[in-house]
């Protein structure tokens, strides 16, 4: 709408209603101008379908919104309006604007004439409407002649968009056997066209393929089974075509179609069948317990979990021989052997296996049965069997002593065939190395070859082979275990090595050591060992020997002092016997050493093999510790030769950082803050004695006594000052000298004073001869800090002090 008092536009809207039919309308808006002023005013000019002119004041009519047709297919640009102003005389003095959506792209104006066109073809789906300005502007100013005006071209909507599914092709289930009108799923359909103006988008499903078995309902597009009960195991799969049309279905409306693949999902409806009712196997008598004699396989129409079956054996002849079990990646029955299998005793097995759902549904129990059954022959064959030992294992004992060539026991194998063919025995030498033992190849006698001692091999495990006469292949083994029986044939010992000493201050039937003994026999009733003294040591011993009748026996002493100078060491023979049959004794000789001892009896001193035996330690050890002593000192010497070496050549001056400066004080005055006349350092650098004296600084130096060069550092002063001059060069020569100073450049402070100071020397030394003519009472005048000085000096009652 435009608003002003000078513009008067036109605007004519052409629009095609294809729903109604309508012509060209006619629209007349005008305004009021202002008070004074020219009238100004917009006229749409047109009739109504009555030919009444359309005439309006004051409000005029609302103009912002105009409907242009989309896919236009005109050679010319669509015409949309016309612009137009009561103040254009056609001098072309007025130029009409358009600005907004697609100004000067998809929509122009003829800026003489007013005239607005649509350039290209409009799509209603990509943009519904464009909002636009326009105003008239004086051709030479460019002043405005009106406010500007917004309006909106709305594209008209034809039908030009068929239905499109959201998917294509659709997948989904639906279980088998469902009753009529369950619902498989939904499919939906979208319509680009505008939904609210006509039928152009309202569309409604039909199904194509798939009859009689689904159907869709016409609005929603729900589809459903049409029949009841359908079996997958007669069809699985199906196809159904949905067509969706737009336009309600009329004629003239646009459609299509999509795919809808539906799987008929299996429920366990069908039971397990065997295809047989009879089956026979064979399997040979040498078959091992737990192995496979028959697998059976039973047939199920259902698929996955529905497919498990159970089977189980209800009947038998030959009761707990055979177990049956599922394997589950197969659904097999395999049936396995519980005992071993013996032609000659029985030659065949029959068997009634059942087969049944593991997860029946009980929806379908009525309908049929669940199981199935069928009959198992199993068949034994016979088979040239090696000997059978009448044992699992043999256990055979046998004395130490035993003569060679003394059977100790006896095998038996024969042949389980009818045929009864000869057995024939050997030993397996992998289990006699030593060839002890020996078997009768005829009658399985086990005899010896060699002797036995129990004390070295109480057990002996060997295998026994039994081999047919007629086929030496066929053969089998028995563990036979020789248990070796214990004779008493070794002497008792001391238990361990003893040895002791006797105090030199030593009681009558003092006791000085316990022994005990030991036997390699091993008799029924324990050992019973019994201690004497040697007949022969009896006259004149010197020790006795008790029996504690526990299996020990003490050492006592038979006189009360002993010397060690006189004799340092006794042997004790002491016997021992044991109590089996026949009796075994062994002498042992028991070495004790004099020593001297306090009086509570603690060994203080013995001779040097004494001292060295009663340390615990061997000869081979004392060696080995001497070794070791050796080698760690020799260790130590290399490791102090390899330090000496490396100090050698080790540098003087590792890093920058490796500085060193030695300061030196001669504790010599300096001349005071205000001698100014001090020596200048540059008479203490000399090249030509620098490059003469130049040593390598990253070693030591070879010569005894190397020229030491020393660095002073003192304020730069005149260079007419002759005595620090002297001074300096004396004490310079002198470090240079010094036969004791490092190796390495030092700083040396000299701290001379100087002459001709101003202040003078502040020594009290000198003050003494002038100290009479000295007038202190300047001191007073300088104030408190100095008031106990001028007490001190100034004064008459200073100088009486002074005087007396």
């Given amino acids: 709408m435009l608003r002003g008092r000078t513009v008067l536009l036109l605007l004519v809207l052409w629009a095609y209603l294809c729903s109604h039919g309508d012509g060209l309308r006619a629209l007349r808006r005008t305004t009021g101008g202002r008070r004074g002023g020219a009238g100004v005013g917009l006229t749409l000019m047109g009739q109504d379908t009555n030919g009444v002119p359309l005439r309006r004041s004051k409000r005029g009519w609302m103009w912002n919104q105009f409907f242009l047709l989309e896919e236009y297919t005109g050679l010319d640009h669509q015409y949309v309006g016309k612009l137009h102003s009561d103040g254009d005389r056609g001098d072309g003095s007025i130029r009409y604007v358009l600005t907004g959506d697609g100004a000067g792209s998809l929509f122009i104006i003829d800026e003489n004439s007013g005239d607005i066109h649509a350039t290209k073809r409009l799509d209603r789906e990509e943009k519904a409407y464009y909002t636009l300005r326009a105003k008239a502007v004086n051709r030479i100013t460019n002043t405005s002649l009106e406010g500007e005006s917004e309006f909106i071209i709305k594209i008209h909507d034809i039908n030009d968009n068929e239905p499109k599914f959201t998917k294509d092709p659709y997948f989904t289930e639906v ?196 199981t199935d059954g069928a009959t198992v022959k199993l068949i034994v064959e016979d088979v040239d069997e090696p000997p059978v030992f009448d044992r699992v294992s043999y256990i055979m004992e046998v004395k130490e002593d035993v003569a060679v060539g003394t059977i100790i026991g006896s095998v038996s194998a024969t042949d389980p065939d009818s045929s009864r063919s000869p057995v024939r025995y050997s030993i397996d030498r992998r289990t006699d190395m030593d060839r002890v033992f020996n078997v009768h190849p005829g009658n399985g006698s086990v005899f010896m070859l060699r002797t036995l001692d129990r004390e070295d091999n109480a057990w002996h495990n060997i295998s026994v082979i039994a081999t047919e006469f007629n086929n030496p292949r066929l053969m089998s083994r028995v563990p036979v275990y020789v248990r070796v029986l214990d004779v008493n044939d070794n002497a008792p010992t001391f238990a361990t090595y003893y040895e002791t000493f006797v105090c030199e201050n030593a009681k009558a039937n003092q006791r000085i050591q316990t022994v005990s003994a030991t036997d390699a026999d091993k008799p029924i009733g324990g050992h019973r060992f019994f201690f004497s003294l040697a007949h022969e040591a009896s006259v004149k011993a010197n020790f006795t020997v008790r029996d504690n009748k526990d299996n020990t026996a003490g050492i006592l002493t038979r006189r009360n002092s002993y010397s060690r100078l006189q004799r340092s060491t006794y042997l004790v023979p002491v016997v021992i016997s044991d109590g089996d049959f026949p009796m075994q004794s062994s002498t042992n000789t028991l070495t004790v050493r004099v020593c001297t001892c306090d009086r509570e009896g603690n060994m203080q001193l013995c001779n040097q093999e004494a001292l060295v035996l009663t340390t615990g330690l061997s000869t081979g050890a004392l060696m080995a510790i001497i070794v070791c002593v050796l080698i760690l000192l020799m260790i130590v010497v290399l490791f102090a030769a390899l330090r000496r070496q490396q100090r050698k050549k080790e540098p003087l001056i590792i890093s920058k950082e490796d500085v060193r400066d030695n300061v030196v004080s001669y504790n010599d005055e300096g001349g005071g803050e205000e001698d100014t006349q001090a020596f200048d350092i540059g008479t203490l650098r000399n090249p030509e004695a620098t490059e003469e004296s130049k040593q390598r600084r990253d070693i030591k130096p070879e010569t005894l006594h190397p020229p030491v060069r020393r660095t002073v550092i003192l304020p730069p002063a005149h260079r007419d000052n002759a005595d620090v001059r002297n001074f300096i060069n004396q004490r310079l020569q002198d470090n240079d000298q010094d036969p004791t100073a490092p190796p390495y450049d030092s700083l040396a402070t000299y701290a001379y004073e100087g002459s001709g100071s101003v202040a003078e020397s502040l020594s009290s030394l000198g003050s003494m001869t002038t100290e009479v003519d000295q007038d202190y009472n300047y001191l007073s005048e300088w104030g408190p800090r100095f008031k106990k000085l001028a007490d001190m000096y100034g004064g008459e009652d200073s100088d009486g002090c002074r005087d007396s």
């Fill in 175 to 370: 279980p088998e056997m469902s009753p009529l009108g369950t619902v498989v799923m939904q499919v939906t359909a979208t319509d680009a066209d505008d939904a609210t103006y006509g039928n152009s988008a309202r569309v409604v499903y039909s199904i194509l393929q798939g009859q009689p078995y689904f159907s869709v309902e016409l609005n929603t597009g729900v589809i459903k089974t049409a029949l009841p009960n359908m079996d997958r195991e007669t069809k699985e799969n199906y196809v159904v075509v949905i067509l969706a049309k737009d336009m309600a279905g009329q004629m003239g409306g646009l459609s299509g179609t999509t795919t809808v693949s539906i799987t008929l999902s299996d429920v366990n409806d069908n039971p397990p069948r065997f295809p047989k009712s009879l089956y026979e196997f064979k399997a040979p008598e040498s078959t091992e317990p737990g192995s496979t004699v028959a697998v059976l396989r039973a047939t199920d129409a259902d698929i996955g979990r529905n497919a498990e079956m159970n089977y189980r054996i209800t009947s038998s002849d030959g009761p707990a021989m055979f177990d049956i079990s599922t394997n589950r990646s197969t659904q097999d029955g395999v049936i396995t052997l519980r005992k071993s299998l013996d032609f000659e005793r029985k030659r065949s097995y029959t068997l009634r296996i059942q087969v049944e759902n593991s997860n029946p549904d009980p929806r379908f129990l009525r309908y049929a049965a669940t």
